[in-house]
Structure formats: C-alpha cells, structure tokens
C-alpha cells in the first residue's frame, strides 16, 4: 500500500513539473525575440495583416521600440490607414530622432489624410539634400490661391396674408432676398514650418425684394344731379389698394485673415478676424395727409360753385444709403487623438452695434484611418441679446472617384449670424436660415490644379409687418402694428478653382 502512495505522488510531481515547463515554454516564445522574428518574418513577407495583429499584441504587453513601430507604420502605410502610419512613425522618430525614413514616411502619410499643416511642419526637420529631393523650398512660400463665384436664387414667398377688410389694414410690407451673386478670392501663405497666414477677400452684390401693399382713399364722381336750383355733385369713397414693389441694393466687401499655429503633434491653434463693409441703397415709405377741394354744387342763381373739403392720405417712397462696418474675432483649437479629430471654438461678433457670442464644439470620425470614408458632428450655441439657440450638423463624406471627395451636411436651428468654418463664413444677411442642407463636391484634376463645386439649399425666414386700424377700450381710432413670418427657399451654387504650388 505504501509503494502505490510513493508512486501516485511521484506521477503528481511530474505532471506538475511537466505543466510547469509547458507554460514556461509558452510564455517565452511571446518574449521580444518571438515578436520580433514574428513581425520581421511578417514585413519581409508583407503579410500586414498578421503583422499589425501581432504588434498591436507586443504593444499591449509593453514589448515597444523602433523596429516594431517602424514595420507596423509600413503596414498601416500600406493598408491606407494613414492615421496609425503617422502615430507609428512619430513614435519610431521618438526612439531614433536621426531616422529620415521615418520623418519622410511620417510626411507622406500626414499628406494622405489632408494634413498639410503638420506634414509641413515635420518636412521642416528633414536634410538639406531630402528636401530638394522632395522639391520644398525654406522660408516663406505660398502653398495655395484660389478663386470663385457664386449666385444665390431664392423663390418668392406666399402672397402677404389676406386682409380681413380693405378698410382695417392701411399698409403691409414684406422684404426678402431675390438675388445674390459675389467673387473671392484668396492665399495662404507658409510663414514657418509650424506657422501659416491665410487671407481673402470678397466682393458681394445683394438685391433684396420690398414688396408693398397700400391702402389710399379713393374719390370719384358717381353723378351730377340736376336741381331746381341748380346743380348737385355726388361722389363716391372708398379705399382703394394698390401693390409696389421696389428693390433695395445691397453691397458688401470682406477682408478675411486667419493664422494656424501647430505648438505640437496634432494640435492646432487657429485665430481669425473678419470684417465687413457693408453699404445699403433702400427705399422706406412716407405717410402723409393732404387737404383736398373738390365741387359740392353749382347755384345757377348767382352762377356761385360751392366746394367741400376731405382728408385725402397718399404715400411717397424715398431713397436712403446707408453704410455699416462689422466685424467677429474667433478663436479655435483642434487635436487628432486616434482616428478622430476634435474641435473648441469660440467667437465674438459686432453687427450694428449689437454684440454677440458664439461657443462650438466638433468631433470628426475617420473609420478607416484615411479620408475615404469620414462623418462629423458639430454643435454651436449662440448668445446676443437675452436669447441663445443651438445650432446642430452633423456631416458625412468621402472618395467617390480616385480622385474626387464628396460631402454632404445639414442644419438644423436659426443661423442668423452663425459663423462657421473658423469665421470664413458669416451669416449676417436680414432674413434668418432656419434650416440648411448641402453638398460640396472637390477633384484633384492635376497635382496642382483642383476644382470644387458648392451646393447649398436654404430654408429662410421673411417678416410682413401690417399696419391697421382698430378701436380702444373707449372706441376710438388706433394703429396697431402687426406681424408675421413667411418661409421661402433660396439655392445657392458656387464653383471654384485652386492651384497649389
């Protein structure tokens, strides 16, 4: 009984010691050496797909240097995850600063996502002999101008609201955009590796529609009537409407500047000043009354004509020009972490006098690592006033073509004077947008020359303001002023061409 017990317990020994080395030999096949030969082995192969498993795997046991984000970088390279390429070889150069390889693989994959500003900024460590091989000049160079125009069609709203009576409403009047065309033109400019000023200007012509609804007495002779005496003239009175329609002329110059500043990897700082000079030709109406005479009856007796007096009201337009400057001052922040990129902005406008405030934030979402496939968010709230609103796009877009990217977005919220795309764009026209959609079409025809196309479709906001008459608590006559909202459409389209040097 005793031999058995010692030979179980000898069996237990070494299966114990036999576990114990299986585990051993496991655990050191996954130490450097195995990541190493198993990754090399991989990238000599371009097996990517077996070598980014793997080094993600070493990553997430510690097992970082060089090599490793070196061959993971050529494999995301080569996978068109331009995202991780760019992180692998910054932290490759974090091992090896004199590594140009890394620094030029670096840059190449910054250009793939659209990353200009950064790619310059690293291109700005390479040699001497790597960036004339590349063709990049020192010191301060253009990187791009360009050029478009646009036009902006809007349909015409509902008829004004019908009057309940002829006599109770005296005067009506709605105003909205019929027309808008404009010109720009810009140009950045690369000051230093880290640093780039951007400029444009524009030139915008407004016509905006004033449509007119008024109320006049009118006065015409119904009869002349024969009498003993002579004779009797009879009139008849009543309101008479008539609609005028004019156009106010509105023009508009910008001047737009904006600075880029990377302080570090991925990290953006953006300041921008846009102002406006604003001048407006518009019509407004006059009220007035005058003292009329016309013949009450003829006395035949002593050949005497007797008249009678009334109140005729009659309205008058005239001319005023006006000349306004604005302005907004913005500040923006951006920072890619992973596959997304995030935004804070924050801006101040001055239009007429009333100040406002503007505060957004904006998350970008790129899936695969590159711009073949992107989606956005961004939200922006805005105070004037004692009011604030929130303004809400979200955004989707890619490649379509090899070449070619599309985008498309909506908007949803009042976007009277909303800026947008770091005060670039100011929407500081009369009537509010309640809702927005768009598409914006870009194509790389040659390495140099690009060419875009901007659709936009606005849902917009037009006030009638009424005149009328009514009665007060002791029945007397009173003018209350009245008004209300009419929505119409307006499309807008933009084309552009861009030469990159």
């Known amino acids: 009984m005793m031999k058995k017990s010692q030979l179980l317990i000898s069996i237990l020994i070494c299966c114990a010691f036999a576990t114990q080395n299986i585990l051993k030999a496991q655990t050191n096949q996954h130490d450097f050496s195995w990541y190493d030969s198993v990754t090399y082995k991989a990238y000599l192969s371009s097996d990517w797909k077996t070598l980014l498993k793997t080094g993600r795997e070493a990553l997430g046991k510690g097992e970082d240097y060089f090599y490793l984000r070196m061959r993971m970088g050529d494999a995301a390279y080569a996978t068109h995850d331009y995202r991780a390429a760019t992180r692998h070889f910054s932290k490759a150069l974090q091992f090896n600063r004199a590594n140009e390889y ?42 791009f101008i360009y050029l478009e125009s646009g036009i902006s069609i809007s349909s015409v709203p509902e008829q004004m609201q019908s009057w309940s009576s002829v006599s109770d409403t005296v005067y009506s009047e709605r105003e909205y955009q019929s027309k808008l065309g404009y010109i720009h033109a810009g140009t950045r400019v690369r000051l230093l590796p880290g640093l780039s000023l951007f400029g444009g200007v524009t030139m915008m012509n407004i016509e905006r529609a004033k449509d007119f609804k008024l109320t006049t007495l009118s006065v015409e002779q119904d009869s002349i009537i024969q009498q003993s005496y002579g004779r009797d003239y009879s009139y008849i009175f009543s309101p008479k409407v008539t609609d005028t329609s004019l156009f106010n002329r509105i023009s508009q110059n910008d001047l737009y500047a904006n600075v880029s500043w990377l302080p570090g990897a991925r990290f953006k700082v953006t300041a921008a000043f846009h102002f406006f000079q604003i001048r ?89 690592g590159n711009t073949n496939l992107y989606a956005g968010l961004s939200v922006s709230s805005i105070a004037r006033d004692t009011t604030s609103n929130l303004v809400y796009e979200p955004s989707i877009g890619g490649r379509i073509l090899k070449n070619t990217w599309i985008n498309a977005f909506v908007s949803s919220g009042n976007l009277n004077l909303y800026n947008e795309k770091a005060a670039y764009l100011v929407y500081n026209q009369a009537d509010p947008i309640t809702f927005r959609a768009g598409v914006d079409v870009q194509s790389l025809i040659t390495k140099n020359l690009e060419l875009y196309l901007i659709y936009r479709y606005q849902q917009k906001q037009a006030t009638e303001r009424y005149l009328k008459n009514s009665l007060d608590a002791e029945q007397l006559p009173v003018q209350i002023v009245l008004g209300s909202e009419k929505q119409y459409i307006s499309h807008n389209i933009t084309a552009g061409i861009k030469w990159k040097f």
């Open 280 to 368: 407006m030709h518009s019509f407004y109406p006059v009220y007035s009354v005058q003292t009329v005479s016309d013949t009450a009856y003829y006395l035949s007796a002593d050949n005497s004509w007797h008249l009678f007096d009334y109140q005729q009201d009659q309205f008058s337009f005239i001319a005023k020009d006006t000349s306004i400057r604005n302005s907004v001052v913005y500040l923006g922040i951006s920072r890619d972490i992973g596959d997304f990129t995030f935004g804070l902005n924050a801006s101040r406008s001055d239009f007429n006098s009333s100040f406002q405030k503007q505060f957004g934030g904006s998350i970008n979402w790129f899936p695969f």
């Open 102 to 143: 890394a620094r030029e693989m670096e840059y190449y994959s910054l250009l793939q996502n659209g990353n200009t500003d950064e790619a310059f900024k690293v291109a700005g460590e390479f040699s001497k002999e790597k960036r004339l091989q590349l063709n990049l000049r020192n010191g301060v160079q253009p990187e």
